[in-house]
């Protein structure tokens, strides 16, 4: 079944940077745009970054335009979030999400999650 | 485009209906998904296109709305539907927007 596996989080400290991994299996990654959502504890889901299924095109979220960077990896089926000059306002649990077929802005199928602390 | 979820909690009996509203700034058609959070697990999408169902989702839940007005219907709630569920708009993007979330509790 269609499964996204994060990784990478940990505490980091105000000012560094940290890369997130989301592994995706058991459908074709080389069609499917993958977004990243994060939720601050005990906050709502804010939206962060989406790349497209080639590649060519991704978008940030207000809030992390310029020091956040989303790609991908066909041959490992992974994308990755590096996340530069992190502030407090990162901290959050950090879930990565494939689009629906079609739709590039519905997130169909999420992960587990994977929290990052900044402090 | 900001969405707002109203009520915040809504309490429900086994067995009952329960009716969620999303509300968007501005028009956005049909361009509306329902994610549900049971406690401590990621979201699921539940509705996309303001009214379908995603795959494997239970016939209880229904979406309905156009425009700037929404709702999600639970109907028979159960326990295991106790969640938080959230709205998000599609039609203006980027950012995709989330509302702050409906808290649903037996």
């Known amino acids: 079944q269609e499964q996204l596996v994060e990784s990478g989080g940990g505490v980091v400290q105000p000012g560094k940077s940290l890369t997130l991994s989301c592994k995706t299996s058991?459908?074709?990654?080389?069609?499917?745009?993958v977004h990243w959502v994060r939720q601050a504890p005990g906050k709502g889901l804010e939206w962060v970054a989406v790349?497209?299924?080639?590649?060519?095109?991704?978008h940030y979220a207000e809030s992390v335009q310029g020091r956040f960077t989303i790609s991908r990896d066909e041959s490992k089926s992974t994308v990755f979030l590096r996340m530069d000059r992190v502030n407090s306002d990162d901290t959050a649990v950090y879930y990565c999400?494939?689009?629906?077929?079609?739709?590039?802005?519905?997130?169909?199928?999420w992960g587990h999650g994977t929290t990052v602390i900044v402090s | 485009t900001v969405m707002t979820q109203f009520p915040a909690t809504l309490s429900v009996s086994p067995g009952e209906s329960a009716t969620l509203s999303c509300r968007a700034s501005q028009r956005i058609d049909t361009n509306l998904a329902w994610y549900q959070q049971t406690p401590g697990q990621a979201p699921r999408l539940l509705i996309y296109?303001?009214?379908n169902r995603a795959t494997g989702i239970p016939a209880r839940f229904s979406g309905s709305g156009f425009g700037t007005e929404f709702t999600l219907l639970i109907n028979n709630l159960q326990s295991e539907d106790v969640a938080v569920y959230y709205c998000q708009q599609y039609h203006t993007w980027p950012p995709v927007t989330f509302g702050g979330g409906t808290k649903v509790e037996i």
């Open positions: 790349i497209s299924s080639d590649g060519s095109t991704s």
């Open positions: 296109g303001a009214s």
């Open positions: 999400a494939k689009d629906a077929p079609g739709d590039f802005w519905i997130m169909a199928v």
């Open positions: 058991g459908f074709v990654f080389r069609r499917s745009g």
